[in-house]
């Protein structure tokens, strides 16, 4: 849908005439939400090639990882101190320790999954693969 979307629209692509949509909005949503998965994925695959070919400098990607999940995890940590000093939802410590361990995960466990479904997306889309929903049949409202 992502594509679909940018390209549907890719006239606004830096178009002054739309303002800031066209201006920072759209570039942010090629960028960041399109192209991003892309790069990271080959990223990956990049070094997995490196550490296979005996070329990937070893102290500068423990270093980089660490600081790149260090970011992310941080990030959430934020995130859920900012939910519990404005909302205060989670009032049960076992609730708060779910929230915690799952920032924990995210960059080993969910990223990856939305990383691949996009990969996987942005192929389907490229090749005309179909794999869309199907039809949808209304059945309208039930009687009571």
Known sequence: GNL?????HRDMFFNPKFGKLGMLSYPYW???????????????ISILMFYYLGILNLEFFIAITLTIY????????????????TYNQYTRIKDLCTLVLCALLEP????????????RGNYKKLFKINSGWGSQVRKGFAKS
Do not use: C, R
């Open 4 to 8: 679909e979307t940018l390209y549907t």
């Open 30 to 44: 090629f960028f960041y939400e399109w192209l991003a998965p892309i790069l990271e994925f080959f990223g990956f």
């Open 70 to 85: 260090t970011f992310s995890v941080m990030f959430s940590l934020y995130a859920i101190l900012w939910e519990v000093f």
């Open 108 to 119: 080993f466990v969910f990223h990856p999954v939305v990383v691949w479904s996009a990969i």
